[in-house]
Every structure is written in C-alpha cells, then in structure tokens.
C-alpha cells in the first residue's frame, strides 16, 4: 500500500479505484490479523468512496477502538465494553467521513489506552510485524502494526504519555501528536483528559500534515479545542531549516550516566548522533543542554500520579448498568464489583488503585497536589527553552521494541526509566510532537522524536520533513527480519 | 519497611468497587514502595509548595455557549447498550433494603 499523496495521484488519474483499494486493504488486513492481532474489527463490507471531497476521499484507513463509531464495535480493548457499539461518531471520525476517507477496521490498543506494550488488549496482544516475538509498544499498538504493515496508509491514534510517539518508533514509521486541542477529543473514550491527544500514524511526514489538516479544527462539543484554520500543515513543507535552533537533554544523552551499558544503547545514541549531524549538514544549530536531573527524574511518577488520578476519575462511570456488561450480584454494589473486577486487566485495576491512593484527602498535597506542580515546573522550563529554540530533539527510547515475555508496565526507579518516558512532556505542556524512523539496530527500527513549542506545529514537522528527505525511511513497510 | 500493606491496598481497590488477587495486590504494593521514594525526592524541590499547580497544558480562555434548547438523545438510543432493561427504564438490583 502506498502513502496517501501516492494513492491521491493514482486515484485522480483513474490508475486504481477506491474500491479496489479498500478491497487490498481488506485482504492484507486479515493477513496482518493473522501475524500481529492488529484489530478487534475488521469492517469486510466497507465499500469504496468514488466522489472526491479532500485528499483523503477514497483512501482506507483504520481507527484505534477507543473511538466512538456509529453502529459500529467500539471497546476500547477492555471487557468492560465487549459489545458496546456506540450511536454517535467522534467529532474526528466525522470529519473523516466527510472528508470521503473509508474505515476499514478497529484497532487493537492497551486497555482504555493505558499501557505502553498493547499487551493489555482484550483480545490479545499485538505483535510487531518486524518481529512477531517483539512488542510494538502501545497503547496504538494496532495501528502503529498494520501502518508499519502496509495494511494502510494511515490510522488513527491517541497518545497520553507517548502511546503514538513509542509505537511509531518500535514500528519503523512517522507518529505524530499535534498541539493539544488542535482536534477534538468529543467522542474519544477519556483515559487522562489534560494529557490525552488525538494523533496519527503515517508512513511519511507529508501524510502526518495531509491526515490532521483534515482533522484539526475547533468543536463546539470540545471546549478544549482551538482555532487552528491559519494553519496548513502540508502546504507549509518546505525542506528548508537553515538557520532553525534544536537542543537536546545532554544529561540524558551521556553514557557514563547509565548504571548499565548495553550495546543497544550504545547504538541507539551513536546513531542518534549521526541524525544531529544531518540536521547540522542542512544548516541547522544543534546544541545540547542541561535539564534538572532533579525534575527529570520526577517525570515518570509524575505521569503515573496525574494520568492514574484522573483515569480513575473519568472511569468511575463504568458501572455495568447502563452500557457495558452487566455484572452478577444481588446488590448493585455486587454487580458493579463484579463488572470491575472481572471486567478490567490486572493493569487497570493497578492504576486505579494509585489513582485512588493519590486523590485521598490526606493524600492529595504529597502525590496528586504535587505531581501538578512539578509538571508546572517542567513545562515552565520548557517554555524557557522553546524562547531560545525552535524545537526539542531526542531519542525515542533506549533502543528497539523489548521481546514480549519481557514488556512490563511496572515502574522503575532508574535513569534508563527516564530515557524511556521523556515523551510524556509532551503532553504535559500539549506540545507538538512527531517521531519519525531513525534507521535499524540489528535490523530492527528505531525512532527519533521532535518536540516544539505550543502551535508550532508547522515548524517541528518541517524540521521532520527535512530530515527525513535525508534518510531513507519514507514509506518504509516492515519486513520480518525473525 | 514499607509504609504500605496488603490490607491497605485492599481498602483502596474496595473503595473503585474493585477486587484484586493476592497477585495483583502485591503488584501495587510494589509500584507504591517507588512512587513513595520518588515522591519524598519530589518533594524536597524547593519551593514547590508555592508553585500552582497545573491542571491543563496550557491557558485556555473558555467561553460559554449561548443556552439554548436542543434535542436531546433519545431514550431508545440510550439504552441500546444497556443489557436489562424494561421498557424505557434501566433494570437494577433492588436498592431499599427489606
């Protein structure tokens, strides 16, 4: 399957139609089921668009399950909504629709998007379609695997602490959080409502920018939303960043930090290294700097104190009465128990009960209360930062996607747990964020991630755009390499 | 020693209406131990107290809606998800005691 400009071309010049692509789409959909479990949904009767609306009329694409789909399955990977099929379209899926765009499956994902590995699913894990044995990193898991797949040129994603940003890189292909507010969350099952973003997975920059101008807009339905209409981020490509400032977090950059060495990190910053001088090569200024170890190392609990806090805030509604599966008991207490219970992983149970933990009254001012101010002060330093610099440039994790027997969610108490979730400021300070390839260790992809400053969208995804005309991962589809 | 026990654990989960194995209790007992060290460095950040806290990303200036009447979503509609209902209403688990 080719990138959506691609398909655009061949469709107007009557090379393929919109129905022989749905139907490709289709075919390698079930073979991607089959190797990676990407989908809780495959949509077999999806019918081709013929009339051209945008860019994206007739193109297939796949949505993460924690969209709300009119008449259409829509579990958010969790038992507790196995057979929820929602009577209302998400804001983006409408725009989508409209747009002429063709869904042709539901994503698997973490459960409710709480998890970094799509391990958590209720239908099974995802697998990467590099390496079956590997994790794709979540919680797009199964976006990220059917895009890196080739199943489709695009798929939606939601990202709280980097659930686009990490699949993307463990998947070999370009996942890209926008400003937060820029497109509505009405519709999208919340998880952590201040942290959480809709984005995107693609297979080039250009697509990222076609997709979310499509996307993007304010909506009355989402007070959160913003006025973006000045904005156009495809058209706004120009593969000239001469003069643009970047910096990076050398504290977390400098091997002697580490405890523990490993040849993958080791490769992971040397290859790092070789993308800097690229982007020095294209007349950018790359610089490195100093952030607090102190606030660095707070970045990882702090994520876990808000985002569990309010997770189990905006998930006391599932009940069982309502909607979703009715739980047995001679009591409602019961039979919401036992919804609960039965009903969610053993990973979400955890988060709640830190959520719960962190928001008791004599609780609050040392965790939640707390958390809110150290996010404060790393927002604030960032924001200092983007007055000197245009963007953030970083690596997206320590090295390539962890075998499954060994993808854990557990928190850690260590520097390597920091390298690993530095992404979350992102959404901390609702900055845009793209990841795009970076190239192999032992054959397997890597990602590196730019960050800007609020509303600077254009400018991180032209950075982007450049940098990836100078390396050869555009349009990149896995090939199993175990 | 750590502060926290399984009883506690227990008392929170019990508080979401949720029931945890002896596996899964022990598995937050363990992420509290980090979260209750990370936090104690956390909050020897001078002045953090008198830093507000941060509630959303960014500044956002909201404004209200005109208020004016609109179709509400059916009752059909609503309760096409739910699976006991009668008629137009939600079946429960009686509520009052004896």
Same mark, same amino acid.
């Given at each position: 399957m080719k990138t959506v400009l691609e398909l655009r071309e061949l469709l107007d010049t009557n090379q393929v139609t919109s129905q022989a692509l749905v139907d490709e789409a289709l075919v390698l959909a079930h073979q991607n089921q089959e190797k990676c479990n990407s989908f809780v949904t495959i949509l077999d009767d999806a019918k081709g668009n013929h009339? =051209? =609306? !945008? /860019? /994206? @009329?007739g193109i297939p694409y796949v949505i993460k399950d924690n969209f709300s789909t009119t008449g259409i399955l829509s579990t958010g990977s969790s038992n507790t909504l196995k057979n929820y099929i929602p009577f209302f379209n998400a804001t983006v899926i409408e725009k989508l629709k409209e747009a002429g765009a063709v869904p042709i499956a539901k994503s698997t994902m973490d459960e409710f998007g709480m998890g970094g590995t799509g391990t958590t699913g209720h239908t099974g894990i995802v697998k990467n379609p590099w390496d079956p044995s590997r994790m794709t990193a979540g919680s797009s898991a199964g976006s990220a695997a059917c895009v890196a797949a080739g199943v489709v040129p695009f798929a939606l994603g939601t990202d709280t602490g980097d659930s686009i940003r990490k699949p993307a890189a463990f998947c070999g292909i370009v996942g890209y959080k926008p400003t937060y507010g820029l497109i509505s969350r009405y519709g999208l099952f919340p998880f952590a409502s201040s942290l959480d973003h809709v984005g995107v997975l693609t297979r080039s920059v250009e697509d990222a920018c076609a997709t979310i101008d499509v996307m993007k807009g304010m909506d009355e339905r989402d007070q959160t939303s913003l006025d973006s209409s000045t904005m156009h981020l495809l058209d706004s490509l120009t593969g000239d960043i001469k003069g643009k400032k970047l910096f990076y977090i050398k504290n977390l950059l400098e091997l002697d930090a580490y405890e523990k060495v490993s040849d993958s990190l080791k490769s992971t910053f040397a290859q790092f290294e070789s993308t800097l001088d690229l982007l020095r090569n294209a007349g950018a200024i790359v610089e490195g700097i100093e952030f607090d170890m102190v606030l660095l190392n707070a970045i990882p609990t702090t994520y876990v104190c808000i985002s569990c806090a309010e997770a189990t805030s905006n998930l !006391?509604?599932?009940?069982? %009465? @309502? %909607?979703g599966s009715r739980g047995e008991g001679s009591t409602y207490i019961e039979s919401m128990k036992n919804h609960r219970t039965l009903g969610f992983s053993p990973l979400i149970k955890r988060r709640f009960v830190i959520g719960s933990y962190v928001l008791q009254k004599e609780n609050q001012e040392k965790f939640f209360l707390n958390a809110q101010r150290v996010r404060r002060l790393v927002v604030d330093k960032m924001n200092e930062l983007f007055k000197h610099y245009d963007a953030m440039i970083m690596p997206c994790s320590e090295g390539v996607a962890t075998k499954l027997e060994q993808a854990g969610n557990m928190l850690q108490n260590d520097l390597l747990e920091v390298l690993e979730n530095h992404m979350v400021i992102g959404n901390f300070g609702g900055f845009p964020s793209i990841t795009i390839p970076n190239g192999m260790i032992e054959e397997l992809p890597i990602g590196v991630n730019i960050t800007g400053k609020v509303l600077d969208d254009e400018n991180i995804l032209n950075i982007a755009y450049t940098l990836e005309a100078k390396m050869s991962y555009k349009n990149q589809i896995a090939k199993e390499v175990n | 020693m750590s502060k926290f026990t399984a009883q506690l654990v227990d008392d929170y989960a019990d508080k979401l209406l949720i029931g945890l194995t002896r596996e899964e209790n022990a598995s937050v007992l363990n992420e509290f131990d980090i979260i209750e060290a990370n936090m104690n460095k956390i909050n020897d950040i001078a002045g953090l107290s008198s830093v507000e806290p941060m509630t959303h990303p960014f500044e956002i200036e909201f404004e209200l809606r005109e208020d004016l009447p609109d179709e509400s979503d059916s009752i059909e509609q609503l309760l096409q998800n739910c699976e006991k209902k009668e008629g137009r209403e939600v079946e429960v688990p009686k509520v009052v005691g004896e």
């Open positions: 009339e =051209k =609306k !945008s /860019l /994206l @009329s !006391s509604n599932m009940t069982g %009465f @309502s %909607f | -």
